[in-house]
């Protein structure tokens, strides 16, 4: 449980930075398969529920407190060298570049790749071209605002449970990057409650979709991964 507890905390810590991928930093400390399979877990008739119940309450506890604590800090030089951060920012992306196409080269790669490479690349001039203020968080609570806020959690928990797509840098293509951070560094849990809400509904759907996918379609996957994070620089 210390263990799980620390691992959290390391990864959420990280999820502040974007381009810097919490499924990538979950492969890497060797908890990402343990954790789809206990989030499988909770929505099965599984025998052993409680424990990945217990198990991912310990994990989540680390990775809240990883990111608040770690949320102002990024915050405040976002504030007092916006363009340095940027730049920083757009080098950490590409830094993860390397280990995607890792992935791809697994299989022989071929022609068709840069087909999916393309759509990844056209799924973020997509998200682009929507309206910036869509998904703010906290500007109001009427019905469709707060399903609009529940529409982006949905979309971040993509980011969240691909290996190599950053949730800050998905929040940073939605354009609600800075407000999300500036509501966490404040412990404005309010204004977080909709985009929390369904960020959570969106793992425990994606979870098990994912886990499917990547068996059978793990270079189509990353392909368009890859795609997505070289899209995202330019965003």
């Given at each position: 449980m210390i263990s799980t507890f620390i691992k959290g905390l390391w990864i959420g810590s990280t999820l502040s930075v974007p381009g810097i991928s919490g499924g990538t930093m979950a492969m890497l400390v060797g908890i990402y398969e343990p954790l789809v399979r206990s989030i499988n877990k909770t929505i099965s008739k599984d025998k052993?529920?409680?424990?990945?119940?217990?198990?991912?309450?310990?994990?989540?506890?680390?990775?809240?407190?990883?990111?608040?604590?770690?949320?102002?800090?990024?915050?405040?030089?976002?504030?007092?060298?916006?363009?340095?951060?940027?730049?920083?920012?757009?080098?950490?992306?590409?830094?993860?570049?390397?280990?995607?196409?890792?992935?791809?080269?697994?299989?022989?790669?071929?022609?068709?790749?840069?087909?999916?490479?393309?759509?990844?690349?056209?799924?973020?001039?997509?998200?682009?071209?929507?309206?910036?203020?869509?998904?703010?968080?906290?500007?109001?609570?009427?019905?469709?605002?707060v399903i609009k806020q529940i529409v982006g959690g949905l979309i971040v928990a993509f980011a969240l449970v691909l290996p190599g797509i950053s949730v800050s840098q998905m929040l940073y293509v939605l354009g609600i990057y800075e407000s999300v951070i500036r509501a966490a560094s404040s412990l404005n849990i309010l204004a977080l409650l909709p985009m929390v809400c369904g960020i959570s509904l969106g793992i425990l759907l994606f979870a098990r979709w994912l886990d499917i996918c990547f068996a059978k379609y793990r270079k189509l996957i990353y392909s368009i991964i890859f795609g997505f994070v070289i899209g995202s620089v330019f965003e």
């Amino acid at each position: 449980m210390i263990s799980t507890f620390i691992k959290g905390l390391w990864i959420g810590s990280t999820l502040s930075v974007p381009g810097i991928s919490g499924g990538t930093m979950a492969m890497l400390v060797g908890i990402y398969e343990p954790l789809v399979r206990s989030i499988n877990k909770t929505i099965s008739k599984d025998k052993r529920k409680k424990d990945a119940i217990l198990f991912l309450l310990v994990f989540s506890a680390g990775g809240i407190l990883g990111f608040l604590a770690i949320s102002s800090m990024i915050l405040n030089l976002i504030q007092i060298a916006p363009m340095p951060m940027t730049f920083l920012f757009c080098g950490v992306i590409l830094g993860g570049v390397p280990k995607i196409f890792e992935e791809i080269k697994k299989d022989r790669f071929n022609w068709v790749d840069l087909l999916y490479i393309f759509i990844g690349v056209l799924i973020v001039l997509f998200i682009s071209y929507l309206p910036k203020d869509l998904f703010q968080i906290g500007i109001s609570f009427g019905f469709w605002s707060v399903i609009k806020q529940i529409v982006g959690g949905l979309i971040v928990a993509f980011a969240l449970v691909l290996p190599g797509i950053s949730v800050s840098q998905m929040l940073y293509v939605l354009g609600i990057y800075e407000s999300v951070i500036r509501a966490a560094s404040s412990l404005n849990i309010l204004a977080l409650l909709p985009m929390v809400c369904g960020i959570s509904l969106g793992i425990l759907l994606f979870a098990r979709w994912l886990d499917i996918c990547f068996a059978k379609y793990r270079k189509l996957i990353y392909s368009i991964i890859f795609g997505f994070v070289i899209g995202s620089v330019f965003e």
